[in-house]
């Protein structure tokens, strides 16, 4: 049976009408077509079924792979990932950047295409690469120069067989 790649429509957070990863697909084409073709890529690798989310404001999204986990746990502990994101002038500081700049200013620059991958501390090989901040939710989240970059440290670095319970 072949695999599936699917669109979530988003998953109720128990709160009111609020609903999270439901901008079904990406603000741009350009953005919409790389996640497209992460998820055909994933699937492809892994035989696996993919499901494709976005953000509420279809600025970020990704392509997961599934599992049997429910909730917010399913489907999201591996993925490869795009968005769009602001360019920061050469002639400002990181510092101003990410402190000082306001939102409008951020949203008037030019922007780009960023590529990333997303595993679980709990679904990679080795769990010390686990990179955030946060003890209850470890995970490791890098920014890669092209989709077949961050496929192949996808490839290198999930555990298949916890992912893939």
């Not at 994933?42 to 049997?68: H, M, P, Q, V, Y």
């Not at 780009?112 to 939710?137: C, F, H, M, Q």
């Amino acid at each position: 049976m072949a695999n599936t790649i699917t669109r979530s429509t988003g998953l109720h957070t128990g709160y009111g009408a609020y609903f999270c990863g439901n901008g079904y697909e990406g603000l741009t084409k350009a953005l919409d077509d790389t996640v497209k073709r992460e998820a055909e890529l994933l699937t492809t690798t892994f035989k696996n079924d993919i499901e494709i989310r976005f953000n509420s404001d279809r600025e970020s999204g990704g392509a997961w792979l599934k599992n049997s986990l429910e909730g917010f746990a399913g489907n999201c502990q591996a993925g490869l990932g795009a968005g769009i994101r602001a360019i920061k002038p050469e002639e400002m500081s990181r510092e101003d950047w990410v402190h000082n700049s306001t939102r409008e200013f951020r949203q008037s620059q030019p922007k780009e295409l960023y590529i990333d991958t997303y595993v679980s501390a709990s679904g990679l090989k080795d769990p010390s690469l686990a990179n955030s901040r946060l003890e209850d939710n470890r995970y490791c989240s890098l920014h890669h120069k092209s989709v077949d970059e961050a496929l192949a440290w996808l490839i290198e670095n999930v555990d298949r067989e916890k992912i893939l319970e």
